[in-house]
Each structure stands twice: as structure tokens, then as C-alpha cells.
């Protein structure tokens, strides 16, 4: 039945007695083939009539050439379940009494709160009407649309689901956008870091350790998710005012002298000039780890002699996975250091270098960063 040209002459009651038909099959997951060509709808309703109905209508029903995969649930419980199994569902045409008298706004809080999904498209339908009054459950509630089952016609229940759908696709479609802008950005930023990384003769397997290592120490450190994702992204960044420096000084085989050493060390300040302007989470934080990852946590460090947790936590974390894939890599001006001359020296240095909690992260862990170190070598 497709939308767009269908006349429609008749508006019947879609609850109203129909003959017995198929329900057709219930909560198994379709071949992903034909998922991937199909909209999904979760059918949750504690009723198998009203299941049968349902399926019977939308059963021919199809939006931009692409039929329904009709899903079905018979509580809170299992609605949860299967919401899980498939996160690709664009609307559920869910009851609001089911096992209990709130089972259906119980889902909707899991849906939008647990499970963080704000793209699902949710038509609440209820048969009791005074067991969710309208206008409180649309205040307190973040669903698309409140339908009670005695009114829901045939028409109506079309023009819901279409616009629910239309809905789920074009929120989709910014969501692609957004995770394509995303990885666009984390690219560049991957590149910037190589480019930086390439000038002083190291190889973009630096950053990309780097960024792997400070991922792992913020996770270690109970960061949450995102936080943990957003110094992973921003790290690669932490020596990108080394293209201000000379090749002369940046790739000097031997010791640097203390004028040279000095300007050396003017490539975190020119990083967070660089990158201070952005309004973006990720430049920010990248900003902050190119200004504070030389800083040291007795104050001795540079460019602002900067001590304890006047240090940002993402500078004292890069601080660590800097320097140990500094320690752990070869480089022009000295060989690789084998694992226990890695681990003596961050015991001496904790406390004075480095942030003695974080250090003792490490240092629990250090076999994990290792296999970092090796996948990435």
C-alpha cells in the first residue's frame, strides 16, 4: 500500500471487530538483507488483539519504497529486550498499561535514559486513558505523539506513523551528517598531530599511541565515557607547536644547547595559540594538553611552572602517555628503554613529575599500555 497514491474510502475504527487473520511472525529478528531494506516498528502491547489489528493494517504499508518489519512485544520486559536487539527500530507503538499500570512509561524513560536513544519515534497508545491523562504524560514524558486506542482510525493510524517515520528519517540523516562532520574532524586533527610528528622524524604511530594510552589513563581514572573519547581525540594534538621549530633543532642528533633547548620549548605555547580560538570541545581540551603536558607536578616543569592539580587533568594524563612512549620508542637522539627501566623511573618520578595517582594507574596497568606500545610499534 503505498502513501502516496492510495485514495483512501473508508476510515474504519481500526479496533473495532475484524475477521481472524495471521499475525504473522512476532519478535525474531528479520535477515539483516532485508532490515537493512525495511523500517522496523515495535509493536509493544500487552493485548493480542490489538496486535493482530495492527499487523492486518500496516501490513501492506510503505514510505519512501521501503516496507514495514513489524516487531512485537507483550511487556515492559521483553519491549526493553528487544529494544536492545535491535537499535535500529524508528518507531514503537507503545501501550501504556501492559504487566503494570505504568509499564509503558517505564519504557520510555529506559528509551530516552538508559538507553540514550532520542531518535526511536514513540506513539503511545492507551486504552485507559485515565490512567495517563494526555496532558500530563506529554509534560513529563519525551514521546512524539498520545493517541487513545478508541479513536485511533485506520487513517489515523497512518498519518501517525508516516509522520513518525518522515520524522526518524530525517533525524537519521542529521545524525549521519554529525558523525560524518565527527570523523572528518577527527581525521584532520590525526593528521595535524602526524604532520608534527613527521617534521621531528617520528613516525604518525606516535600520536596514535599517544592517543591510545591517554585514552586507556583517563578510563583508568574513572572518567566517563565521552570524557575518556574526548581526550583519545584531542591528545594527537599535544606537540602540534613543534612546525614552528626549526629541522635544525627539532632533528639535532646531540643535546641541545640551553638557547636551543629554550626555544624547544616555546612549542607549547605557540600549540595553545594555535588552537585556543576554536569554541569546539575537542580544540579546547586539545588547546589545554598542547599548553600543559610539559608541566610537571613539583612545579619544575614549563611553560608555566605549574604544580599539582593547578595542572588540568588532561595535561597530567598526556604528561604520562608522552612520556612513556618517549621512553619506549627509539628516536634520533637515543635508543628504545626496555620495560623495567621504563617502570624504575616512573617510580622515582611519581610525585615529582607526574601525578602520583595517575602514576600508580600507570604503573597497575602498564602491562596494557605495553600491548598498545607492541600493536602500534
Known amino acids: 500500500m503505498n502513501t502516496d497514491n492510495k485514495s483512501w474510502e473508508e476510515d474504519e475504527l481500526i479496533f473495532a471487530e475484524e475477521e481472524e487473520v495471521s499475525s504473522g511472525t ?193 578510563w583508568l581514572a574513572g572518567l566517563p565515557e565521552p570524557e575518556c573519547e574526548l581526550i583519545r581525540m584531542a591528545s594527537p594534538m599535544h606537540d602540534i607547536g613543534k612546525i614552528a621549530i626549526s629541522d635544525e633543532i627539532l632533528n639535532k642528533p646531540g643535546k641541545l644547547t640551553p638557547e636551543e633547548y629554550t626555544i624547544m620549548q616555546t612549542h607549547s605555547e605557540i600549540g595553545h595559540s594555535m588552537l585556543k580560538h576554536s569554541l569546539r570541545p575537542i580544540m579546547q581540551a586539545a588547546a589545554t594538553i598542547a599548553s600543559q603536558h610539559h608541566e610537571k607536578y613539583d612545579g619544575s616543569g614549563y611553560p608555566n611552572r605549574l604544580a599539582g592539580e593547578d595542572i588540568h587533568l588532561y595535561g597530567r594524563i598526556v604528561a604520562i602517555a608522552d612520556v612513556f612512549d618517549a621512553l619506549a620508542s627509539e628516536r634520533v637522539y637515543k635508543k628504545a628503554w626496555e620495560l623495567e627501566r621504563i617502570i624504575a623511573l616512573f617510580r622515582e618520578e611519581r610525585g615529582r613529575h607526574f601525578d602520583p595517582r595517575l602514576t600508580d594507574l600507570f604503573l597497575e596497568h602498564v602491562g596494557e599500555f605495553w600491548k598498545i606500545r607492541n600493536l602500534y610499534e
Open 26 to 218: 512476532d519478535s525474531e529478528a528479520p535477515e539483516q538483507s532485508e532490515a537493512d531494506l525495511t523500517w522496523k516498528v515495535l509493536i509493544a502491547d500487552d493485548d493480542v488483539e490489538v496486535h493482530r489489528v495492527t499487523r492486518m493494517v500496516l501490513s501492506d504499508l510503505t514510505f519512501e519504497g521501503r516496507k514495514l518489519t513489524l516487531l512485537s512485544s507483550y511487556s515492559a520486559a521483553e519491549t526493553q529486550f528487544l529494544l536492545r536487539l535491535h537499535p535500529d527500530i524508528a518507531v514503537v507503538l507503545l501501550d501504556v498499561v501492559m504487566e503494570r499500570d505504568t509499564s509503558g512509561l517505564e519504557v520510555v524513560r529506559y528509551i530516552r535514559e538508559q538507553l540514550g536513544n532520542r531518535q526511536l519515534r514513540i506513539i503511545l497508545r492507551t486504552g485507559q486513558p485515565g490512567q495517563a491523562p494526555e496532558h500530563r504524560v506529554v509534560a513529563q514524558y519525551d514521546i512524539n505523539d498520545y493517541r487513545e486506542k478508541t479513536e485511533l482510525t485506520t487513517q489515523k493510524m497512518y498519518t501517525a506513523l508516516i509522520s513518525a517515520l518522515r520524522a526518524y528519517r530525517d533525524i537519521e540523516t542529521i545524525r549521519l551528517l554529525n558523525e560524518e562532520i565527527d570523523r572528518s574532524q577527527k581525521e584532520i586533527i590525526f593528521t595535524l598531530g602526524e604532520i608534527a610528528e613527521t617534521r621531528s622524524k617520528e613516525t604518525g604511530h606516535h600520536v596514535k599511541r599517544v592517543a591510545e594510552y591517554s585514552g586507556l589513563l583517563a
